[in-house]
């Protein structure tokens, strides 16, 4: 049973991997895309906990208890195919503000711990966002997992 599946699964992804070339010339690159969404969904979460810990925002202990989860699955889902080669900035351009060196043999085990330290400052967070305080003592170590990134990985604002 577990051979079948596995061969079906595998089948579905040639025929995805397929799919994201032709796709790659209309409309963006869907892995581009897909990534960015992911992104965007990390910031949308990470600024509702960062409204309240700066106090713009009124705490309330089930939203910013969502807020951290949703952070937590969201660094927790594997990312890879939202990565593959050949979609940096050397080669899609203004598409895209990732950088080569991500790609990198040497870089690979460094994307990977990088993406670890965000999930383990969020599952952190998660435990402890039922208070303003909770909030407050790990929103640091949460962007800041997300600026270690970008600061390497991430083309810097012109
Ligand atoms: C492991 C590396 C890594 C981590 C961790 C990371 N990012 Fe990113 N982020 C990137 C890269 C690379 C890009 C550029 C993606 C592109 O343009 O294709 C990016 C892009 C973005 C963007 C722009 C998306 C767009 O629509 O163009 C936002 C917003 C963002 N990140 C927010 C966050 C937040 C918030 C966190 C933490 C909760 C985070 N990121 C964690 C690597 C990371």
């Known amino acids: 049973m577990r051979f079948k599946q596995g061969v079906i699964l595998g089948a579905a992804a040639a025929i995805f991997a397929g799919g994201i070339a032709i796709a790659g010339g209309h409309g963006g690159n869907p892995a581009v895309k897909a990534r960015k969404a992911h992104m965007q969904l990390y910031?949308?979460?990470?600024g509702i906990l960062g409204g309240?810990?700066?106090g713009e925002v009124e705490f309330n202990a089930e939203t910013a208890e969502l807020a951290a989860g949703n952070l937590a699955t969201l660094a927790s889902m594997n990312?890879?195919?939202?990565?593959?080669?050949?979609?940096s900035t050397a080669e899609l351009g203004e598409e895209t503000r990732a950088l080569p060196v991500g790609w990198e043999s040497a870089s690979m085990d460094d994307v990977i711990g990088k993406a670890g330290a965000l999930a383990e400052a969020a599952v952190a967070m998660q435990a402890a966002a039922g208070s303003l305080e909770g909030v407050q003592a790990n929103i640091g170590a949460v962007?800041?997992?997300?600026?270690?990134?970008?600061k390497v990985y991430r083309q810097?604002?012109?």
């Open 52 to 54: 309240m810990a700066k």
């Open 156 to 158: 810097p604002d012109s």
């Open 43 to 46: 910031a949308h979460n990470l």
């Open 79 to 87: 990312q890879m195919t939202y990565w593959p080669p050949g979609t």
């Open 143 to 150: 962007g800041g997992a997300c600026g270690a990134c970008h």
